[in-house]
């Protein structure tokens, strides 16, 4: 789905000058009465940016397992089709840093999210098929995150410096949501998405992410036996996002407290989640390529 202007927004660009300032006053105060941190309302349409490019190269090369709860990557089609990537990756590098800070937190994020995944999928390129881990591009002394490479937003960033200093920045977006957005080309990361995250639907979009790798019993799961929950590593590595208050959950025995449905089948066991007191263990975490097998 590509994300363009509404027709309003358009209808607004052929206002006089003036009309334009009170439309925009009037979206302002419509954005401070509450609209919420990931409303993506007028002002988010009228600076669309088109992801539609990223969503038509994942339909065709990213292939759902297990219901959804998880991907793989057809590297080898993406190979085939990389001048088609390599013109979104340009459109994104495109984008005026001023114009960027002018958007919706929605907008943003989604901006980040789609432009880390596929200079993901760019740096696996770089050296497919002659590589089994995304770990394989660093060495002992370097990681495959840290060099700056990535020409976005008027700076050269590293995919760290697009996680971390921007997605993950206290007080900007303080959204643990995007741990299951963010893919790392792995098999224990959270799926790569079969479509491209847009301000509009973000929301939805990071809710069905969560929903979708918690449900994954290969990564997630309460162990009635033992009477405890295993949990990917992503929560031990994070777990100091999921104390910053979102959706009013300040711990993650409170996030997995409101995720206790996905976690556990039995009724008993959903409650002993929901009490908040079940020891948390952590997985091991498999950095294979998430490549679809030949």
Wanted: aromatic share 10%.
């Amino acid at each position: 789905m590509t994300a363009h202007p509404s027709q309003p927004a358009a209808e607004a660009q052929a206002l006089s000058p003036a009309r334009r300032r009170l439309l925009g006053g009037a979206i302002g105060s419509l954005a401070l009465a509450g609209l919420g941190p990931l409303a993506a309302g007028p002002a988010a349409a009228a600076e669309a940016f088109d992801h539609g490019p990223w969503t038509a190269l994942l339909k065709r090369h990213v292939v759902l397992l297990r219901g959804g709860q998880a991907s793989q990557v057809r590297y080898a089609g993406f190979a085939a089709d990389r001048p088609a990537l390599k013109a979104y990756l340009t459109s994104l590098s495109a984008l005026p840093r001023a114009r960027f800070e002018a958007w919706t937190p929605a907008a943003q994020m989604a901006f980040l999210i789609n432009a880390y995944n596929a200079w993901t999928v760019e740096l696996i390129l770089g050296r497919y098929p002659r590589l089994a881990s995304i770990k394989d591009l660093g060495s002992l002394l370097s990681s495959p995150w840290k060099p700056a490479w990535i020409p976005l937003l008027g700076e050269t960033l590293s995919l760290d410096g697009i996680e971390h200093v921007r997605l993950r920045a206290r007080g900007r977006y303080d959204d643990p949501r995007i741990h299951f957005a963010v893919n790392c080309a792995s098999v224990g990361c959270p799926m790569l998405r079969e479509e491209a995250f847009l301000p509009e639907r973000l929301d939805a979009q990071l809710d069905e992410q969560t929903a979708r790798f918690l449900a994954d019993r290969s990564r997630n799961r309460y162990d009635a036996a033992s009477g405890r929950l295993k949990v990917s590593k992503i929560f031990d590595w994070y777990g100091e996002d999921f104390r910053l208050g979102h959706r009013g959950i300040r711990s993650l025995a409170g996030f997995f407290a409101s995720q206790a449905e996905r976690l556990a089948e039995a009724p008993a066991d959903q409650a002993r989640l929901r009490a908040g007191k079940v020891p948390i263990d952590f997985l091991d975490y498999d950095w294979a390529l998430n490549d679809v097998p030949a």
